[in-house]
């Protein structure tokens, strides 16, 4: 409830994609200039080699009252700010796909020009969306193989978990279903408690119980190097996407 | 009060040392015995000033509290030939590995109707009085015997009462915990060493390190994993080593081996409640086989009947 529909407008070259946001009650167009023309607040949302012709395209509209924010992986601000005007305000995001449930995971950092108070109106209005930090520039690939790529990791597990369980002989939606609430339980326990991972652990494990023999398992399976080589994977392949 | 070992070995040794050196008891009132004089021990026993005798019968008769300090199978022997002399008056404190109060309570009833059994299970750095120790008190003994031995134990190091049945375990734990931290500061050495460190300084280091670690989280209310989050700098040196840790399987090698070796502790016991070679048999031949160390049990064989246990106490 940020910001009432009508005041947003989205531009595509086609309609494709533009009906779910009528649906919603924003305008929209075919023509990027509109877009400009008529917001103070600009998300560039395109894919990564489109952006460099639609920067060129908007360019000699963009002015010193607007705010510029990217959300195109990959584009530093370095280039953000060598294709636009030398007094854009420019700032850079890094969202996750849950941002879409109002649970995203998101940092941003801000250019040569943007300010306190750029800062803090982007920040406020994403909040809505999630988590919001912001961040050194640097963070942002990293965040990318956290958290942008992370989910990804958590539907693996999750989907780990339900085929355990039905293995074990419970139904595959029910599992799914309760794997799921299982790992949403335990982030809202970590995000809520604020204790040591390692210590709301241990708070499950009773002596010689169930928890602490399948904890060896994924001990025994190098789980945390796993997860650590995955989220290094992810974060080099966004340092070597962005030189591209 | 006065304390006597049967058997004159590493623990024996260990504990002798802890205990004068704590002060709690001067070395005169110490009594050890072993049919072994050549071990090395028997002579830094002597050296300290504690009586040492061949003869396990006077040690019971000038002992209150009396620890068996001998390898598991060896103690059903002892037990046999002391049995006699065991009176209601003393405290039998068994240190061995796997070998239940009841199992020693059976033994000694034929001789003493109601003896004051304790089993404990303690480690090595006894003898630099940061022990580990634990107990469980039999069916005769009471609270004060406990605390006695509590209080004796606690002066050479960390010392609790537990539930017999947790005893195994804190057998894998602590019992062969000084194993691993000894393999673990090795290699750790070797790594220093490997960087370009002198070796003695590399051990040094090393076990210094360790040192300091477990004294932080001993005095910490943290959990260990906070404390090593808080070494580690984003994207330093330390984290890049842990991931390396990690990849190896670092934690579940850990836990396997607490496991494997309270299992093995399990294992011994039960042979040994399977034993069926008639003591007097081969109680000559195995006293003087004392000094073998073979690390197979043999219960059909009459002449070689020493089990591996699970904390070294190789000379």
Known sequence: ?244 | MSVGFIGAGQLAFALARGFTAAGVLAAHKITASSPDTDLPTVSGLRKMGVNFTVSNKDTVKSSDVLFLAVKPPIIPFILEEVGPDIEARHIVVSCAAGVTISSIEKKLSTFCPTPKVIRCMTNTPVIVREGATVYATGTHADVEDGKLLEQLMASVGFCTEVEEDLIDAVTGLSGSGPAYAFTALDALADGGVKMGLPRRLAVRLGAQALLGAAKMLLESEQHPGQLKDHVCSPGGATIHALHFLESGGFRSLLINAVEASCIRTRELQHLADQEKISPAAIKKTLLDKVKLESPSLSVASASKVSLFTNRSKKN
């Open chain 1, 1 to 244: 409830g940020k910001v009432p529909a009508s005041n947003i407008l989205a531009s595509a070259p086609s309609d494709k994609n533009l009906d779910a946001w009528r649906e919603l009650g924003c305008r929209t167009t075919h023509c990027n200039l509109e877009v400009v023309h008529r917001s103070t607040l600009v998300f560039l949302a395109t894919k990564p080699h489109i952006l460099p012709g639609v920067l060129e395209e908007i360019r000699p509209a963009v002015g010193s009252h607007h705010i510029v924010v990217s959300l195109v992986a990959g584009v530093t601000i370095q280039t953000l700010q060598r294709l636009l005007p030398p007094w854009t305000k420019v700032l850079r995001i890094m969202p996750n796909l849950p941002c879409v449930v109002q649970a995203g995971a998101m940092v941003f950092s801000r250019g040569s020009n943007a300010g306190d108070e750029e800062a803090a109106l982007l920040k406020s209005l994403l909040s809505s969306c999630g988590l919001c930090e912001e961040v050194p520039e640097s963070y942002i690939d990293i965040h990318t193989g956290l958290s942008g790529s992370g989910v990804a990791y958590v539907y693996l597990f999750a989907e780990a978990l339900a085929e355990g369980a039905v293995k074990m002989g419970m139904p595959g939606a029910l599992a799914s279903r309760i794997a799921a609430q299982t790992l949403l339980g335990a982030a809202k326990m970590l995000l809520e408690t604020g204790e040591h991972p390692a210590k709301l652990r241990g708070d499950v494990c009773t002596p010689g119980g169930t928890t602490i023999y399948a904890l060896h398992q994924l001990e025994k399976g190098a789980l945390r190097a796993t997860v650590m080589d995955a989220v290094e994977a992810a974060t080099n392949r966004a340092c070597d996407m962005a030189k591209d």
